[in-house]
C-alpha cells in the first residue's frame, strides 16, 4: 500500500485523493465518470472516507496497490451517494479481501425434509452479514468494460450490504419513513415488494424460458433468478452501471430505485 493511502489512516487528516489516480480510475470505469460533476465530486469525497475507514486485505499472495483499493471504494460508494446516512450503511464491516481471481466457496444447506447438502460453487464475490466482504479482482477489474451487458461485482455485494442492514439479503433494504407515500414500515415494504417481486418473477419466467426453450435470454445476469434476493443485487448492478437499458427492460424498478437511490429531487 502506497504513502497515500497510509497517510488516510491518520485520525487528524483526509488528505484529497490524488488528481491523476482520481482521472485514471474515472478513465477505467466509465460509469462514474458519465454521472453530474456535482456527482462525481461527491462520489470522491466519500471514497476517500470509505479508504480511511475500511483495511484491505489481500488473499493468496495479492498485493493490495492504491489502484485496487481505489477502484473497489470508488465502485462501493455509488450506491450510497445520496441515501440519508450515507457510509453509514457500512458501518457493520471493516475488512475488505481482495483474491487474484474467483474462488471456490464450501456451502451446507438443509433442505425441507431436513436433509443436508453439501457443494461447492465458485463466486467472484460475496457480502456477509457484519461481516467482510469478499471480491475477484480479475472480475472487479472486469467492471470497466462489462456495463453494456450491466455486471459489477463491486456493486452486487455492496447491494447485498445495504439489503441486509433490515435483517435477511431478501430483496428489501430498510426504508425511510414515508417511502411511496407509506403511513409506516409495514406499507413501505408492500410498496416495494409490490414493484420489485413481478419484476423478479417476469425475470424469473424469461431466465427459465431461455435455459430451457431458447428464448431470448434476459439482459441482466441470470444469477439474480435464484432469489429475490440476489435479483435485487442483479438489478442494483444495472441501474448503476447501464441506467439507459436498465429503464428499457425494468421501467418501474427504475422508478422504484430512483425513489430510494436518487438524489431528493427525483424521490417525489
Known sequence: M??????LRHPRALPPIPEA???????RYA?????PAADVERLRALTAQFLRDKQFHGAQGFVITDEVALAIAAQAVLPVLHLRGGLVWYDDFVGIVVHPSEVVAQRKVVDEASVVHEYEEV?????????PVMLSWQDVL????????GYNV?????AHKIDMRGGDADGCPPLPPGFAGSRNAREARAAWLGVLQPAYEAFREQTIMAERFGAEPPWLDDYGATSIGEFFAVACEGYFVNRAN???????????FDRFFGPPQSRG
Do not use: K
Open 31 to 35: 460509469f462514474l465518470a458519465e454521472r
Open 142 to 149: 472486469a467492471s470497466g468494460v462489462t456495463s453494456e451487458g
Open 246 to 256: 436498465f429503464g428499457r427492460d425494468f421501467p418501474g424498478v427504475l422508478e422504484l
Open 154 to 158: 463491486v456493486i452486487h455485494e455492496f
Open 2 to 7: 502506497l504513502d497515500w493511502l497510509r497517510r
Open 123 to 131: 463466486v467472484a464475490g460475496e457480502a456477509m452479514d457484519h461481516g
Open 21 to 27: 489516480a482520481w482521472q485514471a480510475t474515472l478513465a
